[in-house]
Structures are given as structure tokens and as C-alpha cells.
């Protein structure tokens, strides 16, 4: 069996990953995280996923390394992690009251090969008033999150009425794609 690496630095796949029943151990990825301005919304997670597995140089031959990345988009505009309050706020009114798309791909590699896949899911938010955003933001700080928000914090629980997908994809890490391609890979049967 190989052993996994994690290539990500995100709270929230870590304690995905574990609660799949993963053992695993976290490596540092730094890569450039640029896409292409004209590249379509749904392909740009899957491409900053496969960028960050490429910039791995240490995989050894008992290893598999998992990498993700998650998109925010609404209208095909990406939204990513904020810089600031104020661009922060802008992000959230843009969701506000209406239905946007998160996409998260997954890259699984070893030595021999690759695959990345990407998983979507809509998520549907209600009306935020400024009162709203402003207590989100001062209680919660999601400047860590693209889309400026968590939907397992307090605007996912009071403002998201409607989700189709999964629930962990928004969240970050698509669980029930990484638990099959991980079956897949890890426990891959050698013909005799």
C-alpha cells in the first residue's frame, strides 16, 4: 500500500481527510496559482490542482500525492480568496440572492501516473443584507476561503437555502470522489 501525502495547507481538507480514515502526512506545495484570464470557470480548479501536483518534485515510488484546489464563480466570474474587507464584501453581495456554481477538482499522483478530476456543485444563497455580511466578516474572517465564505459557518447555515452537489465539495474536498480514487490507487490489484 502507498503511503499518501497531502499537498495542501487548508484546515478543512486535512479534517476531511481524517475523517475519511486516511493516515496521511502534509507536504509544503509553493506554486504560482495563476490560470489563464480566458480560460472557462469550470476548468481553472482542475488546472491550479494539476499545478500544484507538477510542482511536487520529491514524490518517491511508495507514495501517492493528493492536491485540490476549489473555485468560487459566479456568472463565469471567478471569485477567489479576498484580499481585504472591503473586496470581501464585494464578493459576498455578488452571491447574494442568487445561485452560483463551486467547483473542486482533485489531483492524484504517483510516479507512474496522473488523473485530476473536478466535481461541482450550486449553491443557492439567500438575500444578505450589509448587517449580514458585516457580521460575517467581523465574526468569522473567511479571508482564507475563496468565494469569502465557509458553508459550514454561520452564512452557510443561515443564508444557503439550496445546494446541489455535495455538501463537502463546497466545503473543499470532494470526499466521495477522493475516497474512490484513493480505493483505486492505494489498494490498486497487481495481476499475478
Not at 471567478?78 to 463551486?102: C, R, W, Y
Not at 465564505?149 to 452564512?155: D, F, R, T
Request: hydrophobic share 35%.
Amino acid at each position: 500500500m502507498k503511503k499518501l501525502l497531502l499537498g495542501s495547507n487548508s484546515p478543512r481538507r486535512k479534517e476531511l481527510l481524517t475523517a475519511l480514515g486516511y493516515d496521511f502526512r502534509v507536504v509544503k506545495i509553493d506554486c504560482d496559482e495563476s490560470f489563464p484570464k480566458n480560460m472557462p470557470a469550470h476548468q481553472v480548479a482542475a488546472y491550479i490542482s494539476q499545478l500544484k501536483s507538477e510542482a511536487y518534485k520529491n514524490l518517491q515510488s511508495d507514495e501517492i500525492l493528493l492536491t485540490s484546489d476549489t473555485v468560487v464563480a459566479i456568472d463565469e466570474e471567478i471569485l477567489g480568496k479576498p484580499i481585504d474587507k472591503v473586496h470581501a464584501k464585494e464578493m459576498l453581495q455578488k452571491l447574494s440572492g442568487k445561485t452560483h456554481q463551486v467547483y473542486t477538482a482533485v489531483t492524484v499522483k504517483t510516479n507512474e501516473k496522473h488523473t485530476t478530476i473536478t466535481d461541482v456543485a450550486e449553491v443557492s444563497v439567500l438575500e444578505l443584507t450589509n448587517q449580514d455580511i458585516e457580521y460575517y466578516l467581523d465574526k468569522h474572517q473567511p479571508y482564507d476561503k475563496a468565494g469569502s465564505y465557509g458553508v459550514q459557518e454561520w452564512l452557510g447555515m443561515a443564508k444557503i437555502n439550496k445546494i446541489n452537489g455535495s455538501f463537502y465539495t463546497i466545503m473543499g474536498l470532494p470526499t466521495h470522489c477522493v475516497d474512490s480514487l484513493l480505493k483505486e490507487w492505494m489498494y490498486e490489484k497487481h495481476s499475478p
